[in-house]
C-alpha cells in the first residue's frame, strides 16, 4: 500500500540519491543536451524544515516526490523572476470573484518524480492531492511552469492535478507554459 507524508529530515540521504540518480535522466528523455542540477542536502533541508516535500513511500521505500516552495527559495535563479513577473499580470477566478495571481497567494511547485515502475497507477494524482491539501492552508493557488517538450508532464497535470494553462512564454530559446491551479 502505498503511504503519502510530508518528508523529515531523515529522508535527505533518500532524496540526495533519487536527485542524483534520475534529475538528468528525466530531462535526456526529452533531449539529450538538457542538464539538470540536483538538489543539494542544504537545500532538501530547507525544503524539509522550510517548504514542502511530499512523499509516496511503498513499503518504506520513496516512490514518489513532489516540491512546493514559497517563491523566495528559488528567487535569484532568473527564470522564477521572469515567472514572478508575469504572475503579476494574471488573475482568476477563485472561488466566485476574480483575484490577481501573487507572491503571496500563490507557490511554485515541482518538480515531481516517480519511479518508472510506478508510473501509470494513480500515484500521481494521489501524490499531488496530498500536497495540495498541505498547501490550501497557506496558499489560494499552485503554479506550476513545464517545458514545451515534456508533452507528458504537461498531459499529468492538465488532466490529474487539474491545472489549468495561464500563459505560454519563452525563456533563454525553450518554451514553457505556465499553468496554475486554486487550491
Same mark, same amino acid.
Request: net charge neutral; glycine share 4%; aromatic share 12%.
Given at each position: 500500500?502505498?503511504?503519502?507524508? +510530508?518528508?523529515?529530515?531523515?529522508?535527505? !540521504?533518500?532524496?540526495? #540519491?533519487?536527485?542524483?540518480?534520475? #534529475?538528468?535522466?528525466? +530531462?535526456?528523455?526529452?533531449? /539529450?543536451?538538457?542538464?539538470?542540477?540536483?538538489?543539494?542536502? !542544504?537545500?532538501?533541508?530547507?525544503?524539509?524544515?522550510?517548504? *514542502?516535500?511530499?512523499?509516496?513511500?511503498?513499503?518504506?521505500? $520513496?516512490?514518489?516526490?513532489? $516540491?512546493?516552495?514559497? *517563491?523566495?527559495?528559488?528567487?535569484?535563479?532568473?527564470?522564477?523572476?521572469?515567472?514572478?513577473?508575469?504572475?503579476?499580470? +494574471?488573475?482568476?477566478?477563485? /472561488?466566485?470573484?476574480?483575484?490577481?495571481?501573487?507572491?503571496?497567494?500563490?507557490?511554485?511547485?515541482?518538480?515531481?518524480? @516517480?519511479?518508472?515502475?510506478?508510473?501509470?497507477?494513480?500515484?500521481?494524482?494521489?501524490?499531488?492531492?496530498?500536497?495540495?491539501?498541505?498547501?490550501?492552508?497557506?496558499? !489560494?493557488?499552485?503554479?506550476?511552469? @513545464? !517545458?514545451?517538450?515534456?508533452?507528458?508532464?504537461?498531459?499529468?497535470?492538465?488532466?490529474?492535478?487539474?491545472?489549468?494553462?495561464?500563459?505560454?512564454?519563452?525563456?533563454?530559446?525553450?518554451?514553457?507554459?505556465?499553468?496554475?491551479?486554486?487550491?
Amino acid at each position: 500500500m502505498i503511504n503519502y507524508r +510530508l518528508a523529515n529530515l531523515a529522508d535527505v !540521504a533518500p532524496l540526495i #540519491v533519487l536527485e542524483r540518480t534520475h #534529475v538528468n535522466a528525466e +530531462l535526456a528523455q526529452a533531449d /539529450p543536451n538538457l542538464q539538470g542540477q540536483a538538489l543539494s542536502s !542544504a537545500q532538501l533541508t530547507q525544503l524539509i524544515n522550510q517548504h *514542502w516535500i511530499m512523499l509516496a513511500e511503498d513499503d518504506g521505500k $520513496i516512490v514518489g516526490y513532489v $516540491i512546493a516552495t514559497h *517563491w523566495s527559495f528559488f528567487n535569484n535563479q532568473g527564470l522564477y523572476r521572469n515567472i514572478l513577473n508575469r504572475l503579476a499580470k +494574471l488573475e482568476c477566478v477563485h /472561488p466566485s470573484s476574480f483575484v490577481n495571481i501573487s507572491e503571496k497567494n500563490s507557490c511554485q511547485y515541482g518538480p515531481i518524480w @516517480i519511479e518508472a515502475t510506478y508510473r501509470g497507477t494513480g500515484i500521481f494524482a494521489e501524490l499531488v492531492n496530498a500536497l495540495y491539501r498541505q498547501l490550501s492552508r497557506h496558499f !489560494a493557488f499552485v503554479v506550476a511552469y @513545464i !517545458a514545451d517538450e515534456n508533452a507528458r508532464s504537461f498531459a499529468a497535470h492538465t488532466k490529474y492535478a487539474n491545472m489549468q494553462v495561464m500563459d505560454f512564454f519563452s525563456y533563454q530559446q525553450r518554451d514553457y507554459y505556465l499553468l496554475l491551479k486554486g487550491i
